[in-house]
């Protein structure tokens, strides 16, 4: 077993409550790439994290949430976002270059967990550390303000849902899908797969979760991301505030709002798992060559044990700090600012 347990790490779920998609989101998202993970890539991914239980990723799928607010892992908040600074909701796109931070993104993240966590060279630890990572961050990226600069991620537009006062990130995380399922326990996150599942086998998903997945080649994986960003980022403009920021802030959201946008967070959380699943994989039956295998040649085998725990390399050149890069550094890096909802 890793250092930490899961019930551990259900506590401090339970306490923090909503970061990224929130505890439900993130382990529906595991359990519907569970059910799409081949028999040998389970095996292979339970090794790795040291559990054979039938939640071995939907039990760290919030792990990096929890890390993140420690100090030694504060470093990593930047990861669970790009803040595309586009102009929603007349003009939305992701632009790798110009949106991911000089401290790394969502999308350089995924790039960076992916080669690690098939690179024999590292530790045990950190590979698992890269799988953690990995769970959690494909089941963020399909969250469309996870992909949006506009007011940090929709973390500054005060809103009311259902009485309470909150932000329209939080309640996209967390409110919204509890509102749904009516809770956020493991089994609830396994029914609500279930569900998702058969939507996908033989249902409303059907004929399109083959496009979820298209062109997705693990040797080019901040392709593969950055489409999965530029999706959800998408969604911003057509789902999330199609009239702008402004029309959500007039009444409770509740129901009418939530009636407009239930469906795209299902479908959203589908193929986040969908995505996830078929991403491990090709980890698992391809085994990505290392990216770098030239440089460490020249600085000497030294440099493999030292591995980039930030993900550097992958990022693009360092840019002058935007409005946008300065708001969320206001919020010390983080990606929600959202506590539960006060009684
Ligand atoms: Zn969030
Ligand atoms: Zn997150």
Request: hydrophobic share 35%; net charge negative.
């Amino acid at each position: 077993m890793p250092s930490f347990s899961n019930t551990v790490l259900l506590t401090l779920g339970a306490v923090n409550g909503a970061h990224a998609w929130g505890v439900l989101g993130h382990a529906t998202v595991a359990y519907v790439a569970q059910h799409y993970v081949s028999s040998e890539a389970a095996s292979w991914a339970q090794g790795v994290l040291g559990n054979s239980s039938s939640s071995y990723l939907a039990g760290i799928a919030s792990w990096a949430d929890q890390y993140r607010l420690t100090s030694a892992g504060k470093w990593s908040a930047p990861l669970h976002f790009i803040d595309a600074e586009d102009n929603p909701p007349s003009s939305c796109n992701v632009d790798y270059d110009r949106d991911c931070g000089s401290s790394g993104c969502s999308i350089s993240a995924v790039a960076n967990y992916t080669q690690r966590v098939s690179d024999s060279s590292l530790s045990d630890d950190d590979v698992a550390e890269a799988l953690r990572f990995l769970v959690h961050f494909i089941g963020d990226m399909t969250q469309p303000l996870h992909d949006e600069a506009y007011e940090v991620g929709g973390n500054n537009i005060k809103v009311t849902f259902n009485g309470y006062s909150d932000n329209l990130h939080s309640d996209w995380d967390t409110y919204i899908p509890e509102q749904l399922v009516g809770g956020d326990s493991l089994s609830d996150a396994q029914s609500w797969a279930t569900t998702l599942v058969k939507e996908i086998e033989s249902g409303n998903y059907t004929s399109q979760a083959a496009s979820w997945i298209k062109g997705d080649d693990i040797s080019d994986p901040i392709a593969a991301a950055t489409s999965w960003a530029s999706d959800a980022n998408a969604l911003v403009c057509t789902v999330v505030m199609p009239n702008g920021a402004a029309a959500l802030q007039t009444g409770d959201l509740y129901p009418t709002y939530y009636d407009s946008v239930i469906d795209t967070i299902e479908l959203q959380i589908a193929k986040g798992g969908y995505r996830l699943g078929n991403w491990l994989n090709k980890i698992y039956s391809s085994k990505i060559a290392k990216r770098d295998l030239e440089s460490f040649a020249k600085v000497g085998r030294a440099a493999t044990s030292q591995p980039d725990l930030s993900g550097r390399s992958f990022l693009p050149d360092p840019r002058p700090l935007s409005r946008a890069k300065l708001a969320r550094a206001a919020m010390d890096g983080s990606c929600c600012n959202s506590g539960r909802h006060n009684h």
